[in-house]
C-alpha cells in the first residue's frame, strides 16, 4: 500500500487528491493544511464572502463526506516542519511523522506585509488570504463606527478588498505605490478602467503613494507616504502582494528559483516530490519561458498532471493561463500573458456600455486578451492563442463587424 502525501489543501491540494483517485491511485492519500478550516475558495474572500451573509461551508472546495467517499485523509490544523527525503518522510506538529512514497509540494503562499515603520503598532491592520482573515475584516468594519478605511495596494485583492468594502458601507482609499493600480498584470488601458470605474463608485485611489509609516492617533491610525502625505483610518488593509512559501522545498535543497522549479510533470529537481500551484515556478511553453502564476487555473491544472504523473500516465503541462476578477458589476476575464506586446487592440461592443477587450499582439501574433464583461472575446482569445490563429487587426478593431472568428 503505497503512499502519497500532500502538504497544502487549498485548490492545488485538494485537487491533486481527488484527481488521483481519479487517476486509479489504490493507495493512501494523507493532506496536511495549517488552516483549521475545511478547505475553501479562496477567491470569494474578497469578493462575495465580505459582502454577503453566506456561512463558511457553502465556500468549501468539496464537502467533507467526499473526502471520505474517497478515503482521502484531511490533517487540519497541523503545520508540515520539515522534509526528510533520506527517510522520505515529513514531520508535522509536535513529533508527528508520515512517511510517503511520492509527496507533492503545493503550500501555495502567504501574504507579504512589507517593512513599515510602526506597522507593528496597529491595531486593526488586516491581511486577506485565508478565511479567518476575510472574517477579521467584515467584523471590524461593522464594528467600526467611521468605517474609514485605507487599503495598501492596488492590485486585484486591494481593488476587489476596496469594492466589496465599499458595499458594505465603508469610506475606502486606496494608496498605490505605482503610477497606476495593477501595473504588475495589465496594460495602462485596464488599469484606467478600473480607475476610473473605482472612482465612480466613490472609492478614492492614489497612485505614486508609498506608504513609510503607520502610527496610532486617538484609537486611529495615521498612515503617512514617502511625500509626505497622511491618511487617517481606522481600518488598514494589506494588499501588498504575497511571499512564496517555499522554506520547506528550500530547507529539504530542493531548486528554488522565484518559487519551487518543476518540470512539465511537475517534479522537483527529487523524482519523488511533486510542487503544484502558486508555489512552483514552471516552463510554459505557448510563452517559451518560466512563470510563476497566482491563479486557480494553475492550481488545478497542475494538480491534474501531477496526479497523472504519479499515477504512470505521462502527463505534460501546456495551459494558456486565465485569471478573473469581479469589481462591483464588472468581470474581468484575462486569458494568456500580454506582457512583451508591442501592439494591441481596444475593441467596444457596438452599443453596450463597459463591454471591451484589449488584444494584445507580439510579432502580429495574439499574447492575451482582457475582455471587460464580455466573455466572447474571452473564449475567442483562448481559441486564437491556442491555435496560434492569426487576427486581422482592423477588423477586430471594427466593431460595426461581429466578435465571430470567421468574421476577425
Ligand atoms: P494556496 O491557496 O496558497 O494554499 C496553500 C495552502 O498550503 C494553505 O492553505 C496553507 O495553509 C498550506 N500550507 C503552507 N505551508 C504549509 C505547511 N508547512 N504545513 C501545512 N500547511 C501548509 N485566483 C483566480 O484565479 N481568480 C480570482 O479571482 C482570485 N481571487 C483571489 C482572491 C483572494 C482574496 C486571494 C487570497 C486569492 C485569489 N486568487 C484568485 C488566487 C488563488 O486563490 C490562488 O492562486 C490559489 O489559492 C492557489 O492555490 P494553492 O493551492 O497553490 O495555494
Not at 467600526?144 to 485605507?150: D, E, G, H, M, R
Not at 518540470?263 to 527529487?270: E, I, K, L, R
Amino acid at each position: 500500500n503505497k503512499t502519497v502525501v500532500i502538504i497544502g489543501a487549498s485548490h492545488a491540494g485538494v485537487n491533486a487528491a481527488f484527481m488521483l483517485r481519479k487517476e486509479g491511485w489504490q493507495g493512501s492519500i494523507h493532506v496536511f493544511d495549517a488552516d483549521r478550516s475545511l478547505p475553501y475558495h479562496r477567491p470569494p474572500l474578497s469578493k462575495t464572502f465580505l459582502t454577503m451573509a453566506y456561512s463558511s461551508n457553502e465556500y468549501a472546495l468539496k464537502p467533507l463526506e467526499s473526502y471520505e467517499k474517497e478515503d482521502i485523509q484531511l490533517h487540519l490544523g497541523l503545520r508540515v516542519t520539515k522534509i526528510n527525503r533520506t527517510a522520505k518522510h515529513i514531520q508535522y506538529g509536535a513529533d508527528g511523522l508520515q512517511p510517503y512514497d511520492a509527496l507533492i509540494l503545493a503550500t501555495g503562499a502567504r501574504s507579504l506585509i512589507p517593512p513599515i515603520m510602526g506597522l507593528e503598532s496597529a491595531t486593526r491592520l488586516f491581511t486577506l488570504r485565508t478565511l479567518k482573515d476575510t472574517l477579521r475584516i467584515k467584523e471590524a468594519v461593522e464594528n467600526s463606527a467611521t468605517k474609514k478605511v485605507v487599503v495598501m495596494g492596488g492590485g486585484f485583492i486591494g481593488l476587489e478588498t476596496a469594492a466589496s468594502l465599499k458595499k458594505m458601507g465603508a469610506e475606502v482609499t486606496v494608496l498605490e505605490r505605482e503610477n497606476r493600480v495593477l501595473a504588475r498584470v495589465t496594460s495602462p488601458i485596464i488599469s484606467g478602467f478600473f480607475t476610473k470605474l473605482h472612482a465612480t463608485n466613490g472609492v478614492t485611489i492614489e497612485t505614486n503613494k508609498n506608504v513609510v509609516g503607520i502610527a496610532m492617533e486617538n484609537d486611529e491610525h495615521l498612515v503617512t507616504c514617502d511625500d509626505e502625505s497622511t491618511y487617517t483610518a481606522a481600518i488598514i488593509i494589506l494588499g501588498c502582494g504575497i511571499v512564496v512559501n517555499t522554506a520547506l522545498a528550500e530547507d529539504c535543497g530542493l531548486h528554488i528559483e522565484n518559487g519551487i522549479k518543476v518540470d512539465p510533470a511537475c517534479t522537483t529537481n527529487d523524482d519523488a516530490i511533486y510542487a503544484i500551484g502558486d508555489c512552483t515556478f514552471h516552463y510554459n511553453p505557448h510563452y517559451a519561458r518560466f512563470v510563476r502564476l497566482e491563479s486557480v487555473q494553475n492550481a488545478v491544472d497542475q494538480a491534474k498532471v501531477a496526479a497523472a504523473a504519479i499515477c504512470g500516465k505521462g502527463a505534460t503541462y501546456d495551459s494558456i493561463p486565465w485569471f478573473w476578477s469581479d469589481q462591483y458589476d464588472i468581470k474581468l476575464q484575462m486569458v494568456g500573458l500580454s506582457n512583451g506586446y508591442d501592439d494591441c487592440v481596444l475593441r467596444f461592443e457596438e452599443g453596450k456600455q463597459n463591454v471591451l477587450s484589449i488584444w494584445y499582439f507580439k510579432n502580429g501574433m495574439l499574447l492575451a486578451v482582457d475582455a471587460i464583461n464580455c466573455a466572447k472575446a474571452y473564449v475567442i482569445g483562448t481559441k486564437c492563442i491556442k491555435n496560434k490563429l492569426r487576427l486581422n487587426k482592423s477588423k477586430l478593431n471594427d466593431s460595426s463587424l461581429p466578435l465571430k472568428l470567421q468574421d476577425i
